[in-house]
């Protein structure tokens, strides 16, 4: 199992081709094996981003997210207070932005590897990643 970046989930959908060799090849494995973990938060950084028209989708933001989660074989995961309070326990140098230390939590707690290109994340101590 593996955990999606929010950046990586968007990617994946509309821009393939910005995804590394390595994160194709990861995200072609979990979706044969026992899957890909879709943290919450995104979610909700999604909509934000088609609200902000950051991200320009065709169909309403219900209907977008419905896409992608039939695109691979995702598992939705929510906060558990497990999630939140090792979220608060990483220092300020894996990253300030709450979804992303959210996110990092998830894959930390779930024992898996998070497909990011924040490099900020690659370079965390504490997070196995690919890219």
């Known amino acids: 199992m593996?955990?999606?970046d929010t950046h990586v989930i968007i990617w994946d959908a509309l821009q393939p081709n910005r995804l590394s060799k390595p994160a194709k090849r990861a995200i072609a494995k979990a979706n044969?094996?026992?899957g890909i973990i879709f943290c919450d938060i995104s979610l909700w950084e999604i909509g934000m981003l088609i609200q902000k028209k950051q991200i320009l989708v065709n169909t309403s933001?219900?209907?977008f997210i419905q896409l992608i989660l039939a695109s691979n074989r995702y598992l939705v995961k929510p906060i558990s207070p497990e999630i939140a309070e090792?979220?608060?326990s990483f220092p300020a140098t894996l990253s300030k932005d709450p979804a992303d230390r959210l996110i990092a939590a998830?894959?930390?707690s779930e024992r898996a590897q998070l497909v990011t290109a924040d490099a900020r994340l690659r370079n965390a101590p504490e997070l196995q990643t690919i890219w």
């Open 2 to 4: 593996i955990v999606l």
């Open 106 to 108: 998830t894959a930390v």
């Open 32 to 34: 044969l094996n026992d």
């Open 86 to 88: 090792l979220a608060t």
């Open 61 to 63: 933001y219900l209907e």
